[in-house]
């Protein structure tokens, strides 16, 4: 009698398990967390969001967790990650990014050049591109836009926008742009040497002019002045850019500025990679339309990389050849690795280049660029 009831026992626990529900969906998606923790983990792949994203699709492709699940009825709790996920959907974790990105940033080098934002300007071709694409392909003009900032090569700016505008594309638009960020040095030196020349990745650029305190303090002021007021929509991304640039530059706020910089930022980034993670389950996930999202975010990506390039060797032909070409790559807003991207092919062009600070003008003006573009995409096409 007890080993009919062990058996019975073992059955039902058998047949309850997760094991039994699953489908090949979730099977596929299983194997591509997998895939994406291998990549963050072996390859260093963007590991600081792509290994939450990954481990946040795992949880919620194994069957019967409901682990997002939405609250049923009165008195009914949701699944955890949903509770975390409205961080993303109400646009705070991403804003909350741009507070500790804002910290880390030094303006200096577009305050010094602010000619830097032309670059970061032609930088953002590549939005209107994927934009124009995606329209032909049928997506509606809010899915469109949320397609196109891909191009921006900001992941809290994609995940912003896409949560206002389409937020069922959330989880192919938010892996394909940080996956694209992490891919960097591979998609961008091909297309640097293909739009210069040897001649012109030698240039050496002379050092900027030092920029002042008092310049670097009133710089968020004025940005969040000008930007804001113009573009209402982006006050949660530049204005908190800014609020963290002006936490480092103040010299008041230590405690702050290193709160923003460390614990804030990093508890932010685990909510953000794991509940962004946990929305690309494999019903919704696995479709054509996520193919051609990943494939327009990728020219998305590439284009943006070729404006800033052309806008770069338009100036050094301008200039008469002191601005070297090469830190155009640099003005997509993946800071700081596109700016060392910029560096290492300038000094195998010419080992006396010493590009980094120079490429950094051109980064962070792109992360600018890329919230109002973001901005203007939301005026345009928000409810």
């Not at 626990?13 to 489908?23: P, V």
């Not at 080098?109 to 300007?121: E, M, Q, T, V, Y």
């Not at 989880?171 to 591979?186: E, G, K, Q, T």
């Amino acid at each position: 009698m007890a080993i009919v009831m062990l058996t019975d026992a073992l059955l039902k626990l058998w047949q309850e398990s997760g094991y039994m529900a699953l489908d090949w969906w979730s099977l596929v998606m299983i194997v591509l967390a997998c895939v994406l923790i291998y990549l963050a983990i072996a390859k260093k792949f963007e590991p600081l969001l792509l290994l939450p994203i990954a481990f946040g699709m795992l949880l919620a492709n194994f069957p019967l967790t409901g682990i997002m699940d939405e609250p049923s009825g009165a008195g009914q709790a949701g699944g955890l990650l949903y509770y975390l996920y409205q961080g993303v959907k109400l646009g705070i974790y991403p804003s909350l990014i741009f507070l500790g990105i804002g910290a880390m940033t030094d303006f200096g080098p577009l305050i010094a050049r602010p000619s830097n934002l032309i670059i970061g300007a032609g930088a953002q071709f590549g939005i209107a591109v994927a934009f124009i694409m995606a329209i032909a392909l049928g997506f509606l003009p809010g899915e469109a836009a949320s397609i196109g900032i891909i191009g921006g090569a900001d992941g809290p700016t994609a995940i912003y926008l896409t949560s206002k505008l389409a937020p069922d594309l959330l989880a192919p638009i938010s892996i394909a742009a940080y996956s694209y960020m992490a891919l960097i040095p591979m998609i961008q030196p091909p297309l640097m040497k293909l739009l210069t020349t040897k001649k012109e990745r030698e240039i050496v650029m002379k050092q900027s002019r030092k920029v002042s305190k008092l310049e670097k303090i009133c710089f968020p002021i004025i940005v969040s002045m000008v930007s804001i007021l113009l573009l209402p929509s982006v006050a949660p991304l530049i204005g908190m850019l800014m609020l963290g640039n002006l936490f480092r530059e103040s010299g008041v706020a230590e405690r702050l500025t290193d709160t923003v910089q460390n614990a804030l930022i990093n508890i932010v980034t685990i909510f953000l990679g794991v509940t962004v993670g946990a929305t690309a389950k494999g019903g919704t996930f696995l479709k054509l339309g996520t193919i051609e999202i990943i494939l327009l975010g990728l020219l998305a990506f590439m284009f943006s990389t070729v404006g800033g390039l052309l806008i770069a060797k338009i100036m050094s032909f301008l200039t008469g050849g002191k601005i070297n070409p090469l830190i155009g790559s640099a003005g997509v807003s993946a800071v700081p690795m596109a700016a060392r991207v910029s560096q290492i092919e300038g000094q195998k062009a010419n080992p006396r280049n010493y590009l980094l600070m120079h490429a950094m003008g051109p980064n962070v003006a792109g992360v600018i660029g890329s919230a109002v573009a973001a901005g203007i995409l939301l005026s345009l096409f928000g409810r």
